[in-house]
């Protein structure tokens, strides 16, 4: 076999590939069986038709397609490995020429990874956030804790932002109740931001057994989009109590005995996450930085596709709120517009980090061993509520494997990034990853998505599975 690469533009190739009629043999046995079993001929068995009686009632032609059909896709593959190609997008492969019995030419075009260096990333200089705890970070870790252990208290007065009131809903459009859209003794938090909006501002002021109606746009069911008339009755109204801040309460949310040694449990965890937020935060900087200093054409296919799988994770969002768009966009704060430059914005850099990554992980020869997989699964496993066999046989049964493989390598090129750099946090001092990692694991290094985790952080990835680019 023969290959020919001509660059149509820096993201793109068109291959030329030329195949013996010999290397063919496998592929056209092959379609000899198969057609034998799809044909009925007298005097044969189904499946032992001769390729020669085949030919005579058929026409060798269809056994040249089914041969092209079955070699062509196996012979692009190798066509893509002797040229040292990175296709990013599904091939339009056209057979050119075919000289039976002499040798058949395909050509083939495709969108590849664009040719690029990566720059030296030894000593890349990088400032993340210092680790030190301050008595505002205990405090407030105390407060969320007080928030989780709070009491409702009923109180005679109107409702103000913060209280809880217990109310029932309906809604009228045109003096019409409409029946899905009416609920009873709704528990709500006054000034909690609804996407029923003006029910805020209704219900403030508002005391138990008062009724009162607004105007507004439904955000869901049948009449989504219109205005109706809600009337809400406030059965209840009730205030957040929290607990004293005592050694009582230490013992109630926790297993120490006094305030003092809940204190100091709290800051040595908030001195452990800030620690994991520097190996974090230096893995994502270096790899910004390093995307600064390389200029990639991206392949207008796979960042279509990005963007495109983006849009139909956001559809089925939407979709399963139960919202119309707009109270959705409206329930987030933002709007289809900046949604959806925020979706070109992250697609084209999810797709350079992606490449730069993949660099990386060939340069400096990173793999995956069996634990290394089985680990992976059984915390994603963890953070989607289900077994760990049961998400192992998923990703098996839907070829996706090689993707959480792709997924694990590009984590320790962050990892090689992140330990190549110099860091030091916002004080001037300078931090010594490795320690850290003795400090949380006991062994370097610590993997990110473990660092993650434990940090309770959220990463944006790309949006097929994390995975694509």
């Known amino acids: 076999m023969k290959t020919a690469v001509e660059e149509l533009s820096p993201t793109r190739v068109k291959l030329t590939v030329e195949v013996p009629f010999d290397e063919l043999r496998p592929s056209m046995d092959a379609a000899y069986k198969k057609v034998a079993q799809q044909v009925r001929v007298p005097g044969f068995r189904p499946g032992k038709v001769p390729a020669r009686i085949i ?3 058929f026409g060798r032609a269809v056994v040249l397609e089914e041969t092209l059909n079955d070699a062509v896709p196996k012979l692009y593959g190798q066509a893509v490995d002797e040229a040292d190609v990175f296709p990013v997008s599904q091939p339009d ?3 050119t020429k075919i000289d039976d019995g002499e040798q058949i030419e395909f050509t083939a075009e495709v969108d590849i990874r664009p040719n690029f260096e990566v720059p030296d990333y030894q000593g890349i200089e990088v400032t993340v956030d210092s680790a030190e705890v301050s ?29 809880f009131v217990v109310m029932d809903l309906r809604a009228e459009i045109d003096g019409e109740n409409i029946e899905e859209q009416q609920a009873s003794e709704v528990s709500y938090e ?3 931001g609804s996407v029923l909006q003006g029910l ?12 009162k109606s607004f105007k507004t746009e439904l955000v869901g069911g049948e009449n989504a989009g219109e205005e109706a008339d809600v009337i809400i009755n406030v059965k209840s109204v009730k205030e957040k109590v929290l607990p004293e801040l005592d050694d009582e309460f230490a013992q109630l949310a926790s297993e120490f005995d006094t305030l003092d040694e809940l204190k100091n ?9 800030k620690l994991i937020d520097q190996v974090v935060q230096s893995r994502e900087k270096a790899l910004d930085a390093l995307l600064d200093k390389i200029e990639i054409p991206l392949p207008d296919s796979a960042l279509k596709a990005e963007v495109d799988a983006r849009k139909h994770n956001l559809d089925h969002q939407i979709a399963e709120s139960g919202l119309s768009r707009d109270a959705f966009f409206r329930l987030y704060q933002t709007s289809e517009e900046e949604r959806f430059e925020e979706f070109d914005k992250n697609s084209a850099r999810a797709i350079k980090v992606g490449f730069v990554l993949d660099k990386i992980v060939k340069s ?3 793999g995956v061993s069996e634990q290394e997989l089985t680990n992976f699964v059984v915390r994603r496993a963890m953070e989607m509520g289900v077994q760990p066999n049961e998400l192992a046989k998923h990703l098996a049964d839907n070829d996706q494997l090689t993707l959480a493989m792709v997924e694990i390598v590009r984590d320790k090129a962050k990892s090689v990034l992140g330990d190549a750099a110099k860091v030091v946090d916002t004080e ?13 694991n006991g062994e370097p290094p610590v993997e990110e998505e473990e660092a993650a985790a434990d940090s309770d952080e959220a990463a944006d990835k790309p949006a097929e599975d994390k995975a694509q680019a």
């Open 55 to 57: 030919e005579q009632r």
């Open 93 to 95: 492969i056209e057979v």
């Open 135 to 163: 008595d505002e970070d205990v405090d407030a870790q105390l407060d969320a804790l007080r928030q989780r252990f709070a009491t409702l208290t009923g109180v005679e007065r109107a409702a103000a932002s913060g209280d």
């Open 190 to 192: 006054v000034g909690a």
């Open 200 to 211: 805020d501002d209704a219900l403030e002021g508002m005391s138990a057994g008062e009724e």
């Open 265 to 273: 449990s709290i800051r040595e965890q908030a001195r452990r996450n």
């Open 364 to 366: 400096e020869e990173l």
């Open 428 to 440: 001037g001092n300078e931090v010594d990853l490795k320690a850290i990692y003795t400090e949380i």
